[in-house]
């Protein structure tokens, strides 16, 4: 079979009868709908899970201290101001006062994840069902995403709806969606962004294919205008200017889709494809991926360098004012010699020298926590963060038992789902390294580049929700294991019957785990003798 077939339908049928035409057609409806009716199904449970009760607690959850009211902040000023210590209480009070400062705050991350939580609290208010309502409703969307995702890169529609069931169900996933945090936020804007990837390479493979039909040079051939690596630098580049640790997946799907271009042209018959790679793609890859995503980041900070309506500005806006250098002693934490920089606009040396002042906090923030976590016990589930606690009296908000009852948020994944990973992801890399599973190779190339760099900054102090980034590809190496549970093509009815009961048993007790848990992840009152059992780990207290 020539690689045009893969790529290529097939040619129509002919003609049938009347009736058979109607029911074919009928068949045809339904089979080209089922790519989507089975996503949008697996979106609408995920929704209902997300968006049930989401001002519950009327409380700031955990850092929702911060980003909601900076959020308000972008929406009054264009800068984030600064909030006396009452400003909680006066937020959530009735009638409510808001006493937004104009005066700048440091801040320690970029603003595009706040200013997508400001669209939710524009349209219902600074509350929390408002400054909640865009982590839920990208949650839900991503969920859709990681459906589509991997029915295109499974080629299986039941394994792509498979893999957003998972996510649907992880418990982290949902608690980072019903809270006001940045982090579900760039999840979906990576997701987004490989999602595009595939949608490119699938493009370009199309285009390889006709070449190779008509008997061109692979060599020569130029892949012309690819609006989809854009969108995908657009996208992870949104994802840097929510929290900086998109970097280094930009820097990895960079490298994944000019890779994914040389195979392409190996596959159309080049014969020197890491050559024509990197005369014809390497420069193009990297002006879509780091020159779109550069634009993104800036126009980000758009607020800020307009200054403010008041004439104010943002943190340091105005500090390269009557300065000719780019910061008085170093740049990013490097010490550098005081160059002249007059030509460079004033506002981009004040923004320059914010980001140093910016790294060199993120890099050296070392206060203790306690529910700081190392990166080596994220993936087993170690030390969840607990975002919101009380503890209840009998006869109070609706608890009915002598012991007392517990309301939590916990930002625990899902155990058994988070356990199966562990063993997903030696699968993938067995598939990788032994069959050149190129699907496997993308999963992978994900989840190294989001999790391996935070074992740079093990004496910072870090989280483990950080890792809700991570969750699609968990969820996509679930779904892989378990489609190859199920057999290859071809294989005997016995052994399909004994691979999708195996599947099947682990996709129900990863729901049966989500529902125990349940309570932990939505501040459900509980007896304390409940939440008692569900603390399996002495470190999850």
Not at 217 to 241: M, S, T
Not at 336 to 353: D, N, T
Not at 388 to 412: F, V
Not at 491 to 520: D, K, M, N, Q, T
Request: proline share 6%.
């Amino acid at each position: 079979m020539t690689q045009a077939a893969l790529t290529h339908p097939p040619a129509a049928p002919a003609p049938a009868a009347p009736a058979e035409a109607s029911r074919g057609g009928l068949v045809r409806w339904a089979a080209d709908r089922s790519g989507w009716l089975g996503p949008i199904a697996v979106a609408l449970f995920a929704g209902l899970l997300r968006f049930w009760n989401l001002g519950h607690p009327n409380a700031f959850v955990f850092d929702e201290t911060y980003y909601p009211k900076d959020a308000w902040s972008l929406l009054q000023q264009g800068y984030e101001g600064t909030w006396p210590d009452h400003a909680n209480a006066d937020i959530l009070s009735v009638p409510q006062s808001i006493p937004l400062s104009s005066a700048p705050e440091f801040i320690a991350h970029p603003p595009l994840g706040k200013w997508v939580m400001s669209i939710g609290e524009q349209l219902f208010g600074l509350n929390p069902f408002g400054w909640r309502f865009m982590t839920a409703l990208l949650g839900t969307v991503t969920v859709l995403m990681l459906a589509r995702i991997g029915r295109r890169l499974f080629g299986s529609t039941l394994i792509g709806c498979t893999a957003a069931l998972l996510m649907a169900v992880d418990g982290l996933q949902l608690v980072m969606s019903r809270v006001g945090l940045l982090d579900g936020i760039q999840m979906f804007f990576v997701l987004a962004s490989f999602g595009s990837l595939l949608i490119d390479r699938d493009h370009v493979r199309a285009r390889l294919a006709a070449v190779a039909d008509g008997g061109g040079d692979a060599d020569a051939v130029r892949l012309g205008w690819r609006p989809w690596r854009i969108a995908a630098g657009v996208l992870v580049g949104a994802a840097c200017a929510v929290k900086w640790n998109g970097a280094p997946i930009l820097a990895a799907f960079g490298v994944l889709t000019v890779l994914w271009d040389q195979a392409g042209r190996r596959g159309a018959g080049a014969r020197r494809p890491w050559r024509s790679m990197l005369r014809r793609d390497a420069l193009p890859a990297f002006l879509a991926m780091v020159g779109s995503a550069v634009v993104v980041y800036v126009g980000a900070w758009s607020g800020w360098l307009a200054g403010g309506g008041n004439g104010q500005g943002g943190y340091d806006r105005h500090w390269a004012d009557g300065r000719a250098g780019l910061s008085p002693d170093s740049v990013l934490g490097i010490p550098l010699p005081q160059v002249p920089m007059s030509w460079v606009p004033a506002s981009l040396r004040s923004l320059w020298h914010f980001h140093s002042q910016m790294f060199d906090f993120n890099t050296g923030l070392n206060q203790p926590h306690t529910y700081q976590s190392n990166p080596f016990a994220w993936l087993v589930d170690g030390r969840p963060v607990s975002m919101y606690w009380e503890q209840i009296p009998y006869g109070q908000h609706g608890c009915t038992s002598s012991g007392g009852c517990a309301a939590q948020i916990l930002g625990l994944g899902t155990p058994f789902l988070w356990w199966t990973a562990c063993f997903a992801l030696v699968y993938l890399l067995w598939r990788w390294f032994f069959r050149r599973d190129w699907r496997s190779g993308a999963v992978l190339c994900a989840v190294a580049a989001i999790y391996l760099p935070w074992f740079k900054y093990q004496e910072r102090t870090i989280f483990s929700f950080y890792m809700v980034v991570l969750v699609p590809f968990l969820c996509l190496a679930v779904a892989q294991m378990l489609g190859a549970m199920l057999g290859p093509a071809g294989c005997s009815p016995e052994r399909r019957r004994i691979g999708a009961i195996g599947a099947g048993v682990i996709v129900l007790a990863i729901v049966g785990c989500f529902a125990f848990f349940y309570p932990l992840y939505t501040a459900e009152v509980i007896p304390m003798s409940s939440w008692q059992d569900r603390m399996w780990f002495t470190s999850w207290i």
